[in-house]
């Protein structure tokens, strides 16, 4: 029906017109951002899944970075063990020596005071081995690893003997004569003994640390593989899309043009 007062060709063109407007609109901001999902609006249930997912990709890759931490504290550690058990080896070499009756009481003050020297640089091993101020061979070290998004996923780097002379029972090395020498080497072969199986123990953590740090790799890679599925838009489906709307757009300004010039035919009818 002609009307020339109420245009519902045309009422119904511009809603048709506004529709698409908003439609390209969200569109455009897709394939602006690569996401399918640019608002709850668009996808409430997805947006809410997305974002619980990309909270756990970024607690992954949180996790991982503590444990490539973690393999730091145990490398400052193992290093500073190893410079230790070179000085605990050149103090047997000297209370081997030592050890023989052929040394005068020169040559063994002699080398009672180049194993004071190791003594103290065994302590300042000991004492210089910390990671951001926390020290790692007083005994005392007992570091929870956060390695994984939940919070039960921890670890533990557990330091509990003193690598210092004292600790190790090297402080009080006597060379004065063979028997003494005896006692001393005892005491050397125990703090080695000590030492290496600490190493050990540091060595098999660290495998354990690259193990989880590959875990946490595959983890994140699936996690965000998940996620872009559920969030990332499909650029070829987009554009076939885009593509109607515009067709669409076309077509509906067209019919509104048309629509718009009804009252005019009616008037024109009149005169």
């Known amino acids: 029906m002609l009307s020339a007062i109420n245009n519902v060709s045309a009422l119904s063109g511009i809603g048709m017109f506004n529709q698409l407007n908003r439609q390209s609109a969200t569109l455009s901001k897709q394939m602006s951002t690569g996401k399918r999902i640019t ?4 996808d409430a249930a997805g947006a809410a ?3 619980k997912m990309s909270a756990r990709v970024s607690s992954l890759a949180m996790a991982q970075r503590n444990v490539g931490d973690a393999k730091s504290v145990i490398g400052i550690a193992d290093g500073a063990l190893k410079g230790i058990g070179d000085n605990l080896g050149k103090l047997r070499e000297l209370t081997i020596q030592a050890k023989s009756d052929t040394l005068g009481d020169d040559e063994r003050a002699n080398v009672a005071t180049q ?7 065994i302590n300042d091993f000991s004492s210089e081995a910390e990671y951001n101020g926390i020290a790692l061979l007083d005994g005392s070290a007992d570091l929870s690893i956060q390695a994984g998004a939940d919070k039960g996923d921890t670890m533990k780097i557990t330091i509990a003997t003193a690598y210092d002379s004292a600790g190790l029972s090297v402080d009080s090395l006597d060379v004065t004569d063979s028997t003494n020498a005896a006692t001393s080497l005892d005491a050397i072969d125990a703090a080695i003994k000590v030492v290496n199986t600490q190493q050990s123990a540091l060595g098999a953590l660290d495998n354990r640390f690259d193990s989880r740090i590959s875990f946490l790799d595959t983890s994140i890679e699936n996690q965000t593989a998940a996620l872009s599925q559920i969030e990332d ?5 987009a554009s076939a899309e885009s593509m109607k709307l515009q067709v669409q757009t076309q077509a509906t300004t067209f019919a509104l043009q048309k629509s718009l010039q009804q009252p005019s035919s009616i008037l024109s009818l009149l005169m």
Do not use: E, G, P, R
């Open 233 to 237: 838009l499909d650029y070829a489906k």
């Open 39 to 42: 608002s709850s609006s668009v």
């Open 49 to 51: 899944i997305a974002n």
């Open 115 to 121: 194993i004071a020297a190791i003594v103290s640089d």
